[in-house]
């Protein structure tokens, strides 16, 4: 039987679901459900099977990696995000999925390829917003909030800059959020505010790998095995 008992989605919208090992699932859950879509809290890593989309949330990054491996998500990830699942990692989700780090721990899982820098605007105290222009998002400048946030130092092959944050007199102007495919990462915190338009965009990946062929057809193969 399912885990999902059904609720996570309509026969018309994508599966989403959202990592609920740490961090603030809960918020992602809730501007999902602003737009229409049923999102289900992911603890299990059977679960992923079942889900075209994954959040991976802000949080502690160290802990979140820790958790991914104790529970066995990583292999069961990395499978999925292959075969199409569309991924989004905000804040600590964006350390967690990146290629490699500018600081020794932790070790990211590589699914996105991009060098990542982590809490480099400063501590909690350090907390601020900022209006950004973001590719892919129509109407106004949105409204991000950054805690702790990391933000992108490199980025490989086919990997799109989004948004980046202007400049200011003590620091350059730093990519915050990129996609490659259906792989999405963003620095700031889309859950915190009332601007449901980057979920928007993560149910639009969503929906293209629940419509994918190729996809449909590797998860009938593993099923059968």
């Not at 979140?64 to 066995?72: Q, R």
Request: overall charge negative; some cysteine; charged content about 25%.
């Amino acid at each position: 039987m399912s885990s999902l008992n059904g609720d996570g989605a309509t026969p018309q919208q994508p599966r989403i679901g959202v990592l609920a090992l740490q961090g603030d699932f809960a918020e992602h859950i809730h501007m999902l459900s602003e737009i229409g879509i049923t999102a289900v809290e992911v603890r299990k890593v059977q679960q992923l099977s079942e889900i075209d989309g994954l959040i991976i949330p802000g949080g502690e990054s160290t802990t979140i990696v820790k958790l991914l491996g104790m529970f066995d998500f990583v292999d069961e990830l990395r499978s999925q995000v292959e075969s199409g699942m569309a991924l989004w990692g905000t804040c600590a989700g964006m350390i967690v999925i990146a290629r490699e780090l500018a600081d020794p721990y932790p070790t990211p899982l590589n699914l996105l390829d991009i060098r990542v820098a982590r809490n480099y605007f400063g501590r909690q105290v350090d907390s601020f917003e900022s209006e950004l222009e973001i590719d892919g998002v129509e109407g106004d400048h949105m409204r991000a909030v950054f805690i702790r946030a990391p933000i992108v130092i490199d980025t490989g092959i086919g990997v799109e800059i989004l948004a980046r944050v202007p400049a200011t007199d003590d620091r350059p102007e730093q990519a915050v959020a990129v996609k490659k495919g259906r792989v999405l990462a963003t620095s700031f915190h889309p859950e915190l505010t009332r601007d449901t338009r980057m979920h928007s965009l993560f149910v639009e990946l969503a929906e293209e790998a629940r419509s994918d062929s190729v996809r449909r057809s590797t998860e009938e193969t593993r099923s059968i095995v």
